[in-house]
């Protein structure tokens, strides 16, 4: 069954933890995306890997960090700098190339804060 | 240059009706525009995607309207059913898959029998 998956569904965060969002994809996709989602903000870009061992800011990457390590696992960490982590974040993939910029969406992860 | 500009924030339609969503671009590069459905607690799907090179894309109810001159495109959904109830997404990104989608703010649907 292939797809992106996200865990865990929930995740609640104490205050000064750092939490890690899980994003798996089976897809061969060669980019990976996490976006973070409040409501009225729409989706908002926080870093995107398009190759193992490599990855960028997005618009809002300040108190997030991410590593990519293999090709299908893109995690997420929330630090402790990030002031408002209470969101839903969404992890995406794609195919690099022309013709080939659809972005699939994994199921979320929702974290809140104690 | 980034922005993609979505309206209306939220739309209520009757069963049957016409559900009508704009967006707006300035970036020239852009090439590429999709529309997502997201229904709550989920991840946003893919629902209709065009290229400039036409001017209208239909998928059963769903038709994308794209307008090269006016960096514009909108989404319509015809027969809109309360099964349609979500929240839309438009996007845009220049051709090569090589930069993210740069999103709209959203439209929350709700088709009211």
Redo the contacts between chains.
């Keep these: 069954d292939g797809g992106?998956t996200q865990s865990p569904k929930y995740l609640f965060r104490k205050e000064g933890q750092n939490v890690t969002l899980s994003c798996e994809q089976n897809l061969n996709h060669d980019?990976m995306?996490w976006y973070r989602q409040d409501p009225?903000?729409?989706?908002r870009?926080i870093y995107?890997s398009?190759i193992v061992n490599d990855f960028q800011k997005?618009d809002i990457a300040e108190g997030y960090s991410v590593s990519r390590e293999k090709k299908e696992s893109f995690p997420l960490t929330v630090t402790s700098a990030q002031k408002n982590p209470t969101a839903f974040y969404?992890c995406?993939s794609?195919?690099?190339?022309?013709?080939?910029?659809?972005?699939?969406?994994?199921?979320?992860t929702?974290l809140l804060v104690l | 240059q980034q922005q993609v500009k979505?309206s209306p924030?939220s739309l209520i339609v009757q069963k049957g009706g016409i559900s009508i969503i704009n967006c707006a671009y300035e970036n020239t590069a852009f090439d590429?525009f999709?529309w997502?459905q997201q229904f709550p607690?989920?991840?946003?799907?893919?629902l209709i995607?065009i290229r400039p090179d036409v001017s209208e894309k239909k998928e059963g109810r769903f038709t994308i309207s794209f307008n090269k001159s006016a960096k514009q495109f909108s989404l319509h959904i015809m027969d809109s059913q309360p099964g349609d109830s979500a929240t839309y997404?438009c996007a845009a990104?220049p051709?090569?898959?090589?930069t993210?989608?740069v999103?709209?703010?959203?439209t929350r649907l709700s088709v009211i029998a």
Excluded at chain 2, 95 to 98: E, F, Q, S
């Design positions: 992106i980019a995306y009225g903000q729409g989706l870009l995107y398009q997005g969404l995406a794609s195919i690099i190339g022309q013709g080939q910029e659809t972005q699939y969406f994994g199921p979320g929702r | 979505q924030q590429y999709p997502y607690g989920k991840g946003p799907a893919l995607a997404f990104s051709l090569g898959g090589n993210p989608l999103f709209g703010k959203g």
